[in-house]
């Protein structure tokens, strides 16, 4: 890429050109940027940021030091919390007597006891025993929310004073869709069981953390053992050792125990405080505290112990004069909400209760796992030690700040947020690849930095050059001048005020230019020192440019007297150096001004105006990218505009995702595949019923009569047949005498039969001739009695032979119609001309005498010629209908249906209709509905949403019905009853 003046640029943009810069590693040598980022047991003092695709200072997380009067968190009071999918939050209170529940945007906690309440007393006159029994109320540890929405609690065993075991320990299942009491789940005897924590597991179930016996169980969706090993026959056969609360029938022999076991060993493990489930189904056990004092986090797969992973490697990204001392003790872990190509997040809260500190879990590529310490600052206020809740299970989160958890802090449940509070590191270096200007004794110009340097830091640059790049290395660096921040915004006209580089001098942000003093050779590299002023804010680089040659004024400008002293020649070289860089960029915007008129390249702002050269007015909420593809396909869309190809190609530019260059190579074929909007013309949709077309109505074929209706080859005799027998069969005593007619008889009666008889046996009711017969016999009768010579209230038949009916006929015609009936007879007139192209022709054909087709009338006799015959049928049954209808079409926006969220149909449908009226011819009327763009006879759709079967014609897959808002026949009425799993779940 060149200036005006011929200059080219080095550039480094994005992680790639970064981290090929070197920096120095600890161990002194210089390291690739790439390398470093990548070597877990290396301290960087710069990262790549993906969200500002920038360089910047190391974050560094800092400690959230609890105030004097703060209490650590209750490891008691961690009895057990969870979430539903809709937001409630459970949590076990009083001493593991009760769980109370949150409920979803509740502006105070509604508390609702689940535990067993004590027996109503026994009322006067009924039975009782002497002694009332005492409620037992059991102690519950434990809570988790599997994803068939069943609230799972644990009961701890009971034991006398002894130590005896009395009853033994178990599980309380709610379930939160039906309600009623609870389900209670024994516990075999024999197998040692005292839950302390649980976890739901995805797709259902949930894991149980056995502290006191170092054991995890898995329970299946039916809550039902979930066998880690293989149960072998002998173990199938015995008895179930599941038994309801009041069966005391023995237990049978243990079978082999479908769980696995904690290992405990020197290298720790043996304080397993909390659990949780990951994607893949394995299980992760948090230790509060290792041999070396930090939290242990230990990943069981398929129950043999894959990984056991230390919380050491925190102090990576916390504050050096934080590091001393300071040791993470796990207090409780939960899995933050990411998205599912991210790796796993695992967030630990401290002992201190004040803060919380997160880990990516990454699989490398030999299958070994490791930690990643996240740097973020993840403060809690007053956290009382009830635990971390995940409450969003199912779906992103609102921000990405947001961890999706939940803590209890000052006796509300806050969420865990990042707060954006991080210290950068105080400094940090690096030197830039090679730079080559392929011209030997190059002078290089410049070097411009796109990014943000906050007011007190500082970016420092030095360069060396060389016309060898084996001499390089041996250069000394020479210190350049601060870089200065442009205020006219990048000196590349495409990047003015881009989303990037837009200038802001109060916060650094904008393009910052430095004039390099005496860097000449054919190879220059940078050494950039970025310093933070508090460590509380950082530079930011986005992209760095080195400009090389310079365009030299006084060598091209100015006589060779100037250049004679070498000293005062560099000083003018680079005094006028500076009016050339404000020069250079308004010549690149002359240069480039032809940028501006390309709708590829114009800037958003500037595609209205752009727009306006072509007679568009562009809808502001258009997107900038639509706009370009409608301006840029103007000319087709205004060569077709109107046309069913230009209505369907634009409406398609405004609502698809998908417009193809090609598409718009007007014209072309009509549309074959079932996708994107439809443009329906009504005058060619089906108007008769199947059953007059000769189609089955029904799913079983049938015989069809040949004969059904009147056709053309059975003559007017046939329709008079036809005719009669109608009558007859409605009852009509001289249906014999009745002969048919263009146009209705006078009796009111037969006229009803005549209609009906016209739609049943014609598909349409002849209209034309009774109107002009009408208007006729009115004009008539308004003439003076001496003017009515010759002339009768039935049309013509033949041109009449008197010239003052012949006038007057000509006068009738012309301008004795309305308007509507006028247009309507020259539809008539104009068919037989363009059927005969001569009068003459039509005269024979029809034995008739006129001397134009532009007087000739609508037939008030049936024609009993073949061709008259043939005319009059054709366009009184044919050509009429679709006239009526030429002017009204339909748009079809494609819809996923059920998929398809109400709001954003209607915002769709509110598009279309808006682009067709502005793009519609005038005398059109149109409407909009929407089509199920899912599997056809024919085609199919590939991918996730493939339906097979009845596809968008099964009624489970209409969307419920709204009221002014639903269209009829693409939606249903919605019903009470709906199964989930294993339930029927009954509606309010």
């Known amino acids: ?76 009071r961690r009895l057990g919390a969870a979430s539903d999918a809709f937001g409630n939050v459970y949590w076990i209170a009083q001493g593991g007597a009760r769980i109370e529940v949150l409920a979803r945007d509740g502006l105070v906690p509604a508390l609702h006891s689940l535990a067993e309440d004590a027996p109503e007393a026994a009322g006067e006159g009924d039975f009782a025993p002497l002694t009332a029994p005492v409620a037992r109320t059991r102690v519950l540890r434990g809570l988790a929310v599997t994803a068939q929405h069943h609230l799972v609690a644990g009961v701890l065993p009971e034991r006398d004073a002894t130590g005896t075991l009395v009853t033994a320990g178990g599980l309380r299942v709610y379930d939160l869709l039906a309600g ?87 290298a720790g493990g ?95 590529d030999d299958g070994t796992l490791r930690l990643k310490p996240v740097r973020s600052f993840l403060p809690m206020r007053r956290f009382a030690g009830k635990g971390l809740v995940r409450r969003r299970p199912d779906g992103p989160v609102a921000m990405p700040e947001d961890t999706g958890l939940l803590y209890d802090g000052a006796g509300v449940w806050l969420p865990l947020v990042r707060e954006r509070r991080p210290r950068y590191a105080p400094t940090g270096e690096f030197e830039t690849p090679v730079f080559d200007s392929g011209e030997p004794a190059c002078t290089w110009h410049r070097v411009v930095v796109d990014g943000c340097i906050p007011p007190g830091s500082q970016v420092r640059i030095a360069t060396r050059a060389s016309d060898l790049a084996l001499e390089l290395p041996d250069q000394p660096y020479r210190s350049e001048p601060l870089p200065v921040l442009r205020p006219d915004g990048s000196e590349l006209p495409w990047l003015q005020d881009g989303p990037t580089v837009r200038t802001d001098a109060a916060h ?48 091209r400008y100015l006589p060779a007297v100037y250049r004679e002293d070498e000293a005062s020649f560099d000083f003018l070289e680079r005094f006028l150096a500076n009016f050339e860089g404000m020069f250079t960029a308004l010549e690149d915007r ?20 752009l727009a306006g050269w072509l007679g568009l007015v562009l809808d502001p909420a258009v997107s900038p990218d639509r706009k370009r593809e409608l301006i840029r396909f103007a000319v087709p869309l205004f060569r077709y505009r109107g046309t069913t190809q230009g209505l369907r190609l634009v409406t398609e530019l405004v609502l698809s995702d998908c417009v193809r260059p ?42 069809v009569q040949p004969g059904d209706r009147w056709s053309v080859q059975e003559g007017p005799e046939g329709l008079d047949r036809r005719f009669r027998a109608a009558l007859a069969d409605e009852g009509f005593e001289d249906a014999d005498s009745q002969a048919f007619a263009p146009v209705p008889p006078p009796d009111a009666t037969v006229a009803a039969a005549w209609q009906r008889f016209c739609a049943a046996q014609l598909g349409a009711v002849p209209q034309l001739a009774e109107a002009l017969r009408a208007r006729w016999a009115a004009t008539v009768t308004a003439l003076p009695e001496a003017d009515r010579h010759g002339l009768g209230p039935e049309l013509p038949r033949d041109w009449p032979a008197n010239a003052n009916a012949q006038a007057l006929w000509r006068r ?18 104009a068919f037989l001309a363009r059927r005969y192209g001569r009068i003459d022709a039509y005269a024979r054909a029809w034995a008739a005498n006129w001397p134009a087709f532009d007087l000739v009338p609508a037939p008030a006799v049936l024609p009993r010629a073949q061709h ?95 009221v002014a808002q639903g269209q009829v026949g693409a939606s249903r009425i919605a019903f009470g009853k709906q199964s989930d799993g294993d339930r029927l779940v009954l509606a309010c």
């Open 1 to 76: 890429m060149k200036d005006a003046n011929g200059s080219r640029f080095e550039l480094l943009l994005g992680e790639p050109d970064w981290g090929r810069c070197r920096a120095p590693a600890a161990d002194g040598s210089l390291r690739p940027l790439a390398a470093i980022w990548s070597d877990e047991d290396e301290a960087e003092s710069l990262v790549f940021e993906p969200e500002s695709q920038s360089l910047t200072l190391a974050p560094r997380v800092a400690r959230f030091r609890a105030a004097p009067t703060d209490t650590p968190a209750d490891a008691a």
């Open 180 to 266: 009623g009491p609870p389900l209670p789940v024994r516990w075999p005897r024999h197998w040692p069981f005292e839950p302390f924590a649980i976890a739901s597991r995805p797709g259902g179930g949930v894991a149980v953390l056995d502290r006191t016996h170092a054991r995890v169980w898995l329970l299946d969706r039916r809550l039902g053992m979930h066998a880690v090993f293989p149960v072998e026959a002998a173990d199938a056969s015995q008895p179930d050792d599941f038994t309801g609360e009041d069966d005391r029938t023995p237990a049978a022999p243990a079978p082999r125990q479908p769980w696995f076991a904690l290992v405990v060993d020197a």
């Open 270 to 364: 043996g304080d397993p405080v909390a659990l949780a489930v990951l994607r893949d189904h394995s299980v992760l056990v948090l230790d509060g505290e290792g041999a070396d004092g930090f939290a242990l986090l230990s990943f069981y797969e398929a129950g043999a112990l894959r990984a056991r992973l230390s919380t050491r490697c925190i102090l990576d990204v916390l504050d050096a004069d934080e590091r001393e001392g300071f040791v993470l003790r796990g207090h409780d872990a939960a899995l933050a909400v990411v998205a599912d190509d991210q790796p796993e997040r695992i967030v630990v809260a401290s002992h201190e209760g004040n803060q919380c500190f997160a880990f990516d879990l990454v699989e490398e």
């Open 508 to 555: 650094g942000r904008g393009a910052w230019e430095l004039l390099l003093q005496r860097a000449r050779g054919r190879y220059l590299q940078l050494h950039v020192v970025v310093d933070s002023a508090d460590e509380l804010a950082t530079p930011r680089l986005f992209a760095l440019r080195a400009w090389s040659p310079r365009f030299s004024y006084a060598r």
């Open 590 to 609: 002359i240069a480039a001004a032809a940028a501006l008129f390309d709708v590829r390249t114009a800037p958003a702002e500037t595609l209205d105006w």
């Open 662 to 703: 090609e598409d718009f190579a007007l014209p072309q074929r009509s549309q074959q595949q079932p996708r994107g909007v439809r443009i329906v013309e009504r005058f060619l949709a089906r108007r008769l019923p199947r059953a007059l077309l000769g189609e089955t109505v029904v799913d079983a074929p049938r015989r």
């Open 812 to 829: 009738f015609v012309t301008q004795g119609l309305p308007r509507d009936l006028r247009r309507w007879l020259a539809r008539w007139q």
């Open 868 to 962: 008259a015959l043939a005319d009059w049928a054709l366009f009184e049954t044919r050509l009429e209908p679709m006239a009526a209808a030429a002017h009204r079409f339909l748009v079809l926006v494609p819809t996923s249906g059920p998929l398809e969220r109400a709001e954003v149909l209607a915002g769709r449908m509110d598009w279309a209709r808006r682009v067709v009226a502005l793009e519609k011819p005038a005398h059109t009327v149109f409407d909009v509905g929407p089509y199920w763009a899912l599997f056809r006879t024919g085609f199919a759709r590939l991918g996730l949403d493939t339906l097979l079967g009845e596809g968008s014609r099964a009624p489970s897959l209409a969307p419920q019905l709204v």
